[in-house]
């Protein structure tokens, strides 16, 4: 696959006299969404962008033909430091892509647009853009201020990554945040037969938020302090809850991100990529507008016993996210606040004040004793976050009862009143 982009890149790459002009805001075509959920070439303008070739900007830059190797037994990797694991995971850096056009005109204004002219050009064009679309949705919806959002990632496209552990074979069929690298990596496919996961907008935001999980919730560590101390630990209560809430909230602003799209808000937002493929059943475990879905005993049991290698080898961080963003989509839709709701999540992340510590403040405050980190703690710091008391009435009775959070653990000042009794869709598991 690899080979395939970079002799598509040369056979067809421009002569530097008839580059396109990279000035944003530049109009390109990209493959987007349509109001009825079609896939179309759809004129839009990238507003962050300084080489449209290169497909480099503010958002984001994109580098082909990297190869990363991820080796659990390699020697080096036990003594790399923050500022020396990139050399040992990264064998081959590659180079800038070299995305081609043909100049069109625009059918309605007349404007020159750029038309992609092959496959990876559309594909890496469309995932600039995508990464535009979610960090707009974070800067406007969760109100991330822009400084928050360096240093700008690397995109790594169609890299060859290696688990080394898992398989010998390179990984296909994902897109990933790697906070480690603190990049993006987008693998190449092979049994995603539809919307390649590049051009599904919405993956790209779940990936962004993982970013900006990562660069609030975690302060930006490439090897997160609280994550990787209470991962050495067995069980890791602590560990288990952060994945989980890192692929919830991810989950449920990518969500978000839709509702800011031409095709509108979608629940479903991973069947136009798994729909009819091996995956196929993941569109529906991860479908935000089941509301009938309940924290289990032994999924709660497990959360709390289990190591991170059980925990995550069984997917479990995604059936605890898919519950949270379940219930926080419950709660903003039913009160018509969910942009409200969002923003509120997002500003629960990072907080000094002492009155309402955010997530990060509260794992720093938790660094010695990870049982102390229970599910109601980053609960409590979206809570107070959340300041209309109708909209935080309807989150707390949704953790109540999807959650199974216990009642005496949120109520109080700046958290749940005394009035929210949690619901009666979910049995106590407490029973
Ligand atoms: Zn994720």
Redesign the pocket.
């Known amino acids: 696959m690899l080979r395939t982009v970079i002799t598509a890149a040369v056979g067809l790459g421009l002569a530097a006299g008839c580059a396109p002009d990279s000035e944003a805001p530049v109009k390109v075509s990209v493959l987007s969404r349509s109001s009825n959920g079609q896939y179309v070439p759809t004129p839009v303008e990238l507003t962050t962008i300084t080489d449209v070739v290169g497909l480099k900007g503010t958002v984001g830059d994109l580098q082909g033909g990297a190869r990363i190797v991820i080796d659990v037994n390699d020697p080096a990797l036990g003594n790399a430091t923050e500022d020396t694991i990139a050399d040992v995971l990264v064998k081959k850096s590659g180079h800038d892509v070299k995305a081609s056009y043909i100049t069109q005109k625009d059918e309605k204004t007349g404007e020159d647009v750029l038309w992609p002219a092959d496959f990876h050009s559309w594909n890496m064009v469309t995932s600039y853009y995508n990464l535009e679309r979610a960090n707009e949705y974070f800067r406007t919806v969760g109100n991330v201020k822009t400084a928050d959002f360096e240093p700008v990632p690397t995109l790594y496209y169609f890299p060859e990554f290696i688990l080394a552990q898992t398989s010998k074979d390179p990984a296909r069929d994902n897109a990933?945040?790697y906070p480690v690298l603190q990049s993006f990596m987008v693998l190449p496919f092979d049994q995603i037969q539809r919307a390649p996961l590049p051009l599904n907008a919405a993956v790209m935001a779940?990936?962004y938020?993982?970013l900006v999980f990562n660069r609030l919730a975690y302060a930006t560590q490439s090897l997160p302090v609280a994550l990787s101390t209470w991962a050495q630990e067995s069980p890791s209560p602590g560990a288990n809850i952060l994945k989980a809430i890192?692929?919830g909230l991810?989950?449920y602003h990518a969500y978000g991100a839709t509702c800011r799209s031409t095709s509108g808000c979608d629940p479903r937002f991973l069947a136009t990529s798994f729909d009819g493929g091996p995956f196929s059943a993941v569109t529906d475990e991860r479908d935000l507008s089941r509301g009938d879905r309940c924290m289990t005993a032994l999924l709660y049991t497990n959360m709390y016993n289990q190591d991170l290698g059980s925990w995550s080898g069984a997917g479990n961080e995604?059936k605890v996210g898919t519950l949270l963003a379940t219930a926080l989509y419950q709660a903003g839709r039913s009160s018509g606040q969910e942009a409200v709701l969002q923003r509120a999540v997002v500003a629960s992340y990072y907080d000094t004040n002492g009155a309402t510590p955010g997530i990060f403040q509260l794992t720093q405050l938790f660094l010695g004793d990870q049982s102390q980190f229970s599910l109601a703690v980053p609960a409590s710091a979206i809570i107070s976050h959340i300041s209309d008391l109708e909209l935080r009435k309807a989150v707390c009775n949704e953790f109540m009862d999807h959650l199974q959070i216990p009642r005496e653990l949120l109520i109080g000042p700046n958290l749940c009143p005394a009035s929210a009794a949690g619901g009666s869709t979910c049995p106590n598991i407490f029973q």
């Open positions: 990933i945040f779940h990936e938020g993982h890192d692929e991810a989950d995604y």
